[in-house]
């Protein structure tokens, strides 16, 4: 007699701002050891699902802005359903951005960093909670905030979160649990994947000022990478980019890093375009990226041993 279980399995996968996410299914069969011990196991696709995409990349609401249109956007091919929330993450020294629901599971020093922030949501409502998203179209969700008289910080924090919602037909249909062999295990795997933007609540004036420290030179998967410290003084977060140039050239770029009030420094790491030569010196700027003028806000030098 031949049997088969097949179940859904379910993971969330968190992008950060502006990263296009794409969720995919997977069919893994799981046969049983054959006699000389050996396991057999394949992997096969089953289909894509929709890459969706959020504008702007991250929204200020102060005492003269209430209101935002936040626009998402279904890059795929595909109808996709999407769950709309607002979640608080905390920011790590590491850059590491972690939801709270998640903190308990971190180490004292971790949870003692995301204690310092300061949820956004008693003032904050979006609107719908859940919508549609025919291929290559896209929606808008309207955010309002307020802010209540005597509010304690100068900045409040949360994240508008889009998650993809797993289809009704995905699991396992009679004719694909019948085609597998006698003893097989049919697992079926569905990532959800989401995106997210930072919704930020001022009550005052921003005040943060910034600096950089050291440097270094670290290996990523991608090859070859600068780790740069960014520091920040102030009540408010940071948010820019980072350039990393030599007196000839632009040899790193990388875009969008914040430095969230819950944390006085964090690192950045800034792959290469190319492997530096050595004693070559590499100047690092970070710099404002908002709606006036780009200015720089830090910088540091480094020298390729």
Same mark, same amino acid.
């Given at each position: 007699?031949?049997?088969?279980?097949?179940?859904?399995?379910?993971?969330l996968?968190? %992008?950060?701002?502006?990263?296009p996410?794409? =969720?995919?299914?997977?069919?893994?069969?799981?046969?049983?050891?054959? =006699?000389?011990?050996a396991?057999?196991?394949?992997?096969a696709?089953i289909?894509?699902a929709?890459?969706? !995409?959020?504008?702007?990349?991250?929204v200020?609401?102060?005492?003269?802005?209430r209101?935002?249109? *936040?626009?998402?956007?279904?890059?795929?091919?595909?109808?996709?359903?999407?769950?709309? =929330?607002?979640?608080?993450?905390?920011?790590?020294?590491?850059?590491?951005?972690?939801?709270m629901?998640?903190?308990?599971e971190?180490?004292a020093?971790?949870?003692?960093?995301? =204690?310092? *922030?300061?949820?956004?949501?008693?003032?904050?409502l979006?609107?719908?909670?859940?919508?549609?998203?025919?291929?290559?179209?896209?929606?808008?969700?309207?955010?309002?905030?307020?802010?209540?008289?005597g509010?304690q910080?100068?900045?409040?924090?949360?994240?508008? %979160?889009?998650t993809t919602?797993?289809?009704?037909d995905?699991?396992?249909?009679?004719?694909?649990?019948?085609?597998s062999e006698?003893?097989?295990? *049919?697992?079926?795997?569905?990532?959800?994947?989401?995106?997210?933007i930072?919704?930020?609540?001022?009550?005052?004036?921003?005040?943060?000022?910034?600096?950089?420290?050291?440097?270094?030179?670290?290996?990523?998967?991608?090859?070859?990478?600068?780790?740069?410290?960014?520091?920040?003084?102030?009540?408010?977060?940071?948010?820019? !980019?980072?350039?990393?140039?030599?007196?000839?050239?632009?040899?790193?770029?990388?875009?969008?890093?914040?430095?969230?009030?819950?944390?006085?420094?964090?690192?950045?790491?800034?792959?290469?375009?190319?492997?530096?030569?050595?004693?070559?010196?590499?100047?690092?700027?970070y710099?404002?990226?908002?709606a006036g003028?780009?200015?720089?806000?830090?910088?540091? %030098?480094?020298?390729?041993?």
């Amino acid at each position: 007699m031949r049997r088969t279980l097949g179940f859904l399995a379910t993971v969330l996968v968190a %992008t950060s701002a502006m990263t296009p996410a794409a =969720a995919q299914q997977t069919s893994l069969p799981i046969t049983q050891p054959k =006699a000389d011990g050996a396991t057999t196991q394949t992997i096969a696709p089953i289909s894509a699902a929709a890459n969706i !995409n959020l504008t702007p990349r991250r929204v200020i609401f102060d005492r003269t802005k209430r209101t935002e249109a *936040v626009y998402v956007f279904n890059q795929g091919n595909t109808p996709v359903t999407v769950d709309v =929330a607002l979640v608080d993450n905390a920011m790590l020294p590491s850059g590491e951005i972690v939801p709270m629901s998640r903190i308990a599971e971190r180490d004292a020093a971790a949870q003692a960093t995301a =204690a310092k *922030v300061q949820s956004a949501k008693p003032f904050l409502l979006a609107a719908p909670s859940r919508m549609t998203l025919p291929p290559g179209q896209g929606k808008t969700i309207r955010v309002r905030a307020t802010l209540a008289d005597g509010a304690q910080a100068s900045e409040y924090r949360s994240h508008l %979160t889009v998650t993809t919602v797993p289809s009704p037909d995905s699991g396992l249909t009679a004719e694909q649990a019948a085609a597998s062999e006698k003893g097989e295990l *049919v697992l079926r795997i569905q990532s959800i994947f989401g995106i997210s933007i930072p919704l930020i609540v001022r009550g005052g004036v921003a005040d943060a000022t910034g600096s950089m420290g050291p440097i270094s030179q670290v290996t990523l998967p991608e090859g070859p990478a600068l780790a740069v410290t960014l520091r920040r003084q102030g009540t408010t977060s940071l948010y820019g !980019n980072i350039e990393l140039r030599t007196a000839k050239e632009v040899v790193g770029v990388v875009r969008g890093i914040a430095v969230y009030p819950e944390v006085g420094e964090r690192v950045a790491q800034v792959p290469l375009l190319r492997p530096l030569k050595k004693g070559e010196i590499v100047t690092a700027t970070y710099i404002a990226d908002g709606a006036g003028k780009a200015s720089p806000i830090a910088s540091g %030098t480094y020298t390729a041993p």
